[in-house]
């Protein structure tokens, strides 16, 4: 919150609760998420927003999302086009369809990689624990202590440009995507790498983990099978809030500059192409709708990772 | 205590390093500074293979680590080109306090750094102030009037906040209220900057041109607090603790301002203290977007310009910041709750 | 209670700061806004276009070079030529002529011993300046006869000395900075170069406000005269464009520089009035002819003609330039180096698909795209990040694909790397590669057409990048650099020009001129492509 350029730190929201009623752990979750009116409300928008981007590229082809016609740039909304037209004529529309799937496949290919390195490294730590945990939690502590915006851009510096474009599903994607999710991920895993440990910390000591060791179960299958599946609160929490926040991450790097690269469009670029004065000031459906997009979807994770914490846990209540 | 206090610095020193030669390589494996010092057009061959050699560039990415960290006075360098090592360094590195100097203004790199933060801190401190005055009331008032329509408004509005862009709220205050406001001749704020440099540093100047960038830093800022605070309110009203208090007939503004709140306290300054360090980084986008003379915009601009003293000094102070912190915020927790003790 | 209470008052004293009236101004003030704060202000270490600008004002080359790109004398009695004995026979020495009765601004006179201190500055291996052409490569020595005469002779005869030497490299006080010198071993960490008090310009430096803003100020003992402003400030906006707008528009600041044209064409219809300054520079395509690099089909002259005629630059011009600025027909383009009646080639795509077909590059496959001997025209095209570029190759690959060009584009933030640093388009991993490119301007020289600047694993730093050699362009370029009498250097440069044009090694895409505006209140700025604030000291505000 301090650095509030930097990313944004999840909202805690832990209301006590004491009527627990005898149902399976699973349809409690369930239960009480679908009761949380502001993560129902999430979850329609998001659909909503995932809908829009995947039936949208049904109806515009890629093709028409790149159409330019320069004598018909900056044109405010039409019938022809309802969002209006972008700096060279392209139908803004179009583009954020185009935009969304890459704005949301970076938001959750990011939180994939996080996941993925935060659950590691956090289980490893907290499971072997000795000079290992001692290392790897050194290692979080560095990470943690340099700002997180500003060590994504040295690493968006240091990334741009040494990836060639990819070819993916049929389409071809800026190096930069790629890029971009890498350090995303690479940059936020720590928290949830401390909050898997101690996790894990907790569950190492239960009876049925220390039978299972006595048992002659292998260590990894441990914890795979056993310590993972009981931190997945945690886990899916985390990985929800995270998308919200890299997407909005991604917006910055963007807007600074050094996100995602054309011809790839995202919210954030749009959002960049449109960073000049006369846009601005004159073309404001060029930038109003990318960021409206973006502030629905990420409003909308954001209720859902709220609901999904709060069914997650015992404690806390069936509203906001 | 006066052990552990040792124990824990002795600790940072690790980390510390860990950081700094991380930073360090990959800021130099980064690209070459030298490329865009020609301004528009490219570097000449000769002058760059030149200030390359005098600028020690030629170096392999340790040694110019070590000349960084411990300085390079004791060794000699050829900066005629000759082939010859004839000219002593001039150094004295980090751990004597020469932080370098920058490769483009020839200025020592903690000068330039210090010449910001005073206005860093200035917009970030106004800013968490403010920020905690809200948050404190907003998250006390939903607290207290859990469920409330007021309590679901502000959590929706906290949420917005919340997820909106930086720069939309940033755009979008300049865009009314200094660029429409002056166009429909009303009293309008100024467009970014410090101070209009025709009225000097006065304290109305800053007032004015303070307003909008500390309230894009508000904005987005005050959910997280207000949301955090509300929760730790509810945990402490529904404790048993309070719920005595009340049987005991205490007065519900007591209770919740002599007891709740100071008990709610003690997790919020816990945050505020790990927070605090992350305040000298600035706010990159918001002092991007206002020309914000503060430490952000110097990152951007240094890292545009690849000039690693600058940047490593930089990173280097909010790092030990941060660690100094989290001391100081652990020893503040021994303070205020007697029953933790450190040996 | 408490903090409500609080709440007011704070509330009640921002709106009173905010009401306060501002206090009338009665002194003549311009404001300059400006995306780059300068990061030294000695000539010697200048890296960037916007400091070089403000050392206009502080300190005086012996001449300045107008807004029609002539030279007005300053520091010298006239400027040196054949006629006055100037410039020798031989064209291997040049000699200025000091006035007597110049000064720094602390009263002490500027001599040639302060000519021969900035020489052996430049040269001092402790000094790391930016750049120390051509003093190593073209100047034999600096001297300094009497305290009036400065001599520079060459190591042969040296074209560009008008615009380059001390022009570039203005006089620095030997009296200030030798005790420096002799104390540090090196100028690098003199006070000085933040101050350049004492100066020699028509203003001095006032205050300094890092990340903020620069005044200036009149200063003492400026022989020409004294300003008609009595504070110029500098003012350090973002440079994302956004802020300097903004600030232009509501009045915060008077002049801009370096905008883009359609920010230009929104600040005209506010009123403010908008001057476009040859800079030299014109966007342009660099084709690659280099047969290891290069597309096969890019090594027939007929192709690449078809390339500028299929490209619609005059469409690009008027929609997203909006008209402000030409599309060049030459390198040179509004100098008087360009060949005359230098046109670009017309948009003609009929005469375009003639040229491709002939040249065998046909549609064989029916897939769409151009083909010959199996092989599909597919173009590389790429440029930096700059926005308006990536605009261009948007438009280009949808026009050319309908030519059945197939056109693949990338942009990189290390497009200017030398090929030593893998830079792509030093490296040649292009067809098509846009930029931004001048002669060594006001100087019509230019290297990237040299034979011996292609890069390779030998020549690392080479500068020309599109690996075109002719043996005829090569040899003129040599000769104009040591031809000293101007109208025939001229003409060297018509034959250079038509023989690149006839080659389509390079097609113009846009004149590239520096864009600025300024609001009506501000009286006699003319900038120059060159010095940009030469007659400052001649500015004024309309009250």
Redesign the interface.
């Known amino acids: 919150m301090a650095t509030a350029d930097a990313a944004a730190k999840p909202i805690r929201i832990n209301a006590s609760d004491n009527d627990i009623k005898a149902q399976s752990p699973t349809q409690r979750v369930i239960k009480r998420f679908t009761r949380h009116r502001a993560a129902m409300f999430g979850l329609m928008i998001l659909i909503g927003v995932i809908a829009y981007i995947f039936v949208g590229s049904l109806v515009f082809s890629e093709a028409q999302a790149n159409f330019n016609d320069t004598s018909i740039r900056l044109e405010p909304p039409s019938s022809a086009h309802p969002f209006g037209t972008d700096r060279i004529g392209r139908d803004i529309l179009a583009r954020t369809i185009y935009g969304g799937q890459i704005s949301l496949l970076i938001g959750f290919l990011a939180v994939i990689v996080e996941v993925g390195f935060g659950t590691a490294i956090g289980a490893i730590a907290g499971f072997y624990g000795g000079w290992i945990d001692a290392v790897l939690m050194r290692i979080t502590e560095a990470m943690l202590s340099i700002p997180a915006l500003l060590l994504l851009l040295v690493m968006a510096k240091f990334f741009a440009g040494k990836v060639e474009p990819i070819q993916f599903l049929g389409r071809s994607f800026s190096g930069s995507v790629i890029v971009i999710i890498l350090i995303l991920g690479l940059t936020s895993w720590m928290s949830l790498a401390r909050i898997i440990r101690s996790n894990v910390l907790s569950i190492k000591e239960t009876e049925f983990i220390l039978a299972a060791r006595a048992l002659g179960v292998p260590n990894w299958r441990i914890i795979l099978n056993h310590i993972l599946p009981n931190t997945l609160a945690s886990i899916i929490v985390s990985l929800t809030l995270g998308v919200a926040t890299a997407i909005l991450t991604e917006a910055y790097v963007s807007f600074l500059g050094l996100g995602v690269q054309a011809p790839t469009a995202s919210w954030g670029n749009m959002l960049t192409e449109a960073q000049e004065f006369n846009v601005i000031k004159n073309a404001p459906w060029y930038w109003f709708f990318p960021s409206l997009l973006i502030l629905l979807t990420v409003l909308s994770i954001n209720f859902v990772g709220d609901g999904l914490r709060d069914a997650f846990d015992p404690r806390s209540d069936n509203k906001v | 205590m006066g052990r552990y206090i040792i124990r824990r610095l002795l600790q940072a020193i690790?980390?510390v390093l860990?950081?700094s030669l991380?930073?360090f390589v990959?800021?130099q494996?980064?690209?070459?500074p030298l490329?865009?010092?020609?301004?528009?057009?490219?570097?000449?061959?000769?002058?760059?293979a030149?200030?390359r050699r005098?600028?020690g560039l030629d170096k392999p990415i340790l040694e110019q680590y070590l000349y960084w960290l411990i300085g390079n006075d004791w060794a000699k360098f050829d900066?005629?080109?000759d082939g010859i090592a004839e000219?002593p360094g001039i150094r004295y590195g980090v751990l004597r306090g020469d932080f370098g100097?920058?490769i483009?203004?020839?200025?020592p790199a903690m000068k330039?750094i210090m010449?910001?933060l005073p206005?860093t801190l200035l917009l970030?401190v106004t800013?968490?102030i403010i920020?905690l005055?809200i948050a404190l009331?907003i998250g006390v008032v939903s607290a207290v009037r859990?469920?409330s329509f007021l309590d679901?408004a502000l959590?929706?509005f906290?949420?917005?906040a919340?997820?909106?862009?930086?720069?939309?709220v940033g755009?979008g205050l300049?865009?009314i209220f200094?660029?429409k406001f002056?166009e429909w001749g009303l009293?309008?704020?100024?467009?970014?900057?410090?101070?209009?440099?025709?009225?000097g540093?006065t304290?109305?100047q800053l007032?004015?041109h303070m307003?909008l960038p500390v309230a894009t830093?508000t904005i987005?800022?005050v959910?997280?607090?207000s949301?955090?605070i509300?929760?730790n309110m509810?945990?402490v009203i529904?404790s048993d603790y309070i719920r005595t208090a009340r049987a005991k007939g205490l007065s519900e503004r007591s209770i919740l301002y002599r007891h709740a709140f100071k008990n709610a306290a003690l997790p919020l300054a816990t945050?505020?203290g790990l927070?605090?360090p992350?305040?000298l980084?600035?706010?990159?986008?918001?002092e991007?977007?206002?020309?914000?003379?503060?430490t952000?915009?110097?990152?951007?601009?240094h890292?545009e310009?690849?000039d690693y003293s600058v940047?490593m000094g930089?990173?280097m102070l909010?790092?030990v910041a941060?660690?100094v912190f989290q001391l100081l915020t652990d020893l503040m927790y021994t303070w205020l709750d007697p029953r933790i003790r450190y040996s | 209670m408490k903090r409500r209470l609080l709440f007011v008052l704070t509330l009640g004293l921002m709106l009173t700061l905010v009401a306060a009236p501002t206090l009338a101004q009665d002194k003549k003030v311009v404001t300059v806004s400006y995306t780059q704060e300068p990061l030294t202000l000695n000539p010697l270490y200048i890296t960037q276009w916007f400091a070089a600008n403000v050392v206009d004002m502080l300190l005086t080359p012996p001449w300045f070079i107008d807004d029609n790109l002539q030279p007005v004398a300053v520091q010298v009695t006239e400027i040196p030529s054949t006629e006055n004995g100037g410039i020798s026979a031989d064209g291997t020495v040049m000699t200025m002529k000091l006035r007597d009765d110049i000064k720094w601004s602390d009263g002490e006179p500027i001599t040639s011993a302060d000519y021969v201190f900035t020489y052996d500055m430049l040269m001092l291996d402790k000094n790391t300046v930016s750049s120390r052409f051509p003093w190593d490569t073209k100047v034999k020595s600096v001297t300094a006869p009497d305290a009036t005469t400065v001599v520079v002779t060459f190591n042969e005869p040296f074209a560009p000395w008008l615009t380059t030497l001390f022009t570039a490299s203005p006089a620095m006080p030997k009296h200030a900075l030798q005790p420096i010198v002799d104390k540090d071993g090196t100028l690098d960490t003199a006070d000085w170069n933040r101050t350049l008090d004492p100066g020699s310009g028509a203003f001095k430096l006032g205050q300094w406000e890092s990340g903020s803003f620069l005044s200036l100020v009149p200063a003492d003992n400026f022989w020409g005269g004294k300003p008609k402003l009595d504070e110029v400030f500098f003012r350090v906006v973002a440079d994302d464009g956004t802020s300097q707008n903004a600030a232009l528009e509501t009045g915060d600041a008077d002049i801009g520089p370096f905008l883009t044209a359609a920010d230009a064409d929104a600040l005209e219809k506010q009123g403010l009035v908008t001057t476009v300054t040859p800079s030299g520079y014109n966007e342009g395509w660099f084709l690659n002819v280099n047969p290891e690099t290069a597309h096969p089909a890019m090594l027939d002259v007929n192709v690449r003609k078809a390339l500028a005629m299929a490209f619609n630059r005059q469409k690009i011009v008027d929609d997203l330039l909006l008209g402000k600025l030409p599309v060049p027909g030459s390198y040179w383009e509004a100098t008087p180096y360009a060949r005359p009646d230098a046109k670009p080639y017309d948009y003609d795509p009929e005469a375009a698909k003639k040229l491709l077909d002939d040249a065998g590059w046909v549609d064989s496959n029916g897939d769409g795209t151009r083909d010959k001997d199996g092989k599909e025209l597919e173009l590389r095209f790429i440029a930096s990040q700059r926005q308006i570029r990536k605009d261009v190759q948007a438009v280009v690959q949808q026009s050319f694909a309908e030519l059945g060009i197939k056109v693949e584009t990338s942009n990189y933030d290390n497009f200017f790397d030398t090929f030593g640093e893998g830079g792509p388009a030093a490296t040649g991993a292009f067809d098509i590669a846009e930029w931004s490119q001048n002669p060594d301007f006001p100087d019509p020289n230019s290297n990237v057409f040299l034979c011996s600047e292609i890069p390779s694993a030998d020549n690392p730093e080479g500068s020309n990048w599109t690996g075109y050699c002719n043996e005829k362009v090569d040899s003129l370029l040599q000769e104009q650099l040591k031809t000293t009498d101007t109208a025939k250097r001229t003409e060297l440069f018509h034959e250079i020009d038509q023989q690149l044009f006839d080659d389509v090694v390079w097609v113009g895409v846009w004149y590239d001129a520096d864009i600025w505006a300024t609001t009506k209140r501000v009286e006699n700025a003319r900038y120059s492509g060159a010095d940009p604030f030469w007659n400052a000291i001649n500015w004024d505000v309309t009250s």
């Open positions: 690790p980390l860990l950081v991380t930073i990959l800021l494996a980064t690209g070459d490329a865009t010092m020609g301004g528009r057009s490219p570097t000449r061959p000769e002058d760059k030149r200030l005098q600028l900066l005629d080109g000219s100097t920058s483009v203004t020839k200025q330039i010449d910001r206005n970030m800013s968490e920020t005055v009331v859990q469920y679901n959590s929706g906290s949420f917005v919340f997820s909106m862009p930086i720069f939309l755009f300049l865009y200094a660029v002056r009293p309008s704020l100024p467009t970014g900057g410090i101070f209009d440099p025709k009225e540093r304290l109305n007032v004015l307003i830093i987005i800022s959910a997280g607090y949301r955090y509300r929760s509810l945990e529904n945050l505020i927070d605090l992350f305040l980084g600035g706010a990159v986008v918001t991007r977007i206002f020309a914000w003379p503060g952000g915009r110097l990152f951007l601009d890292l310009l690849l940047l930089l990173l909010i790092t941060v660690i």
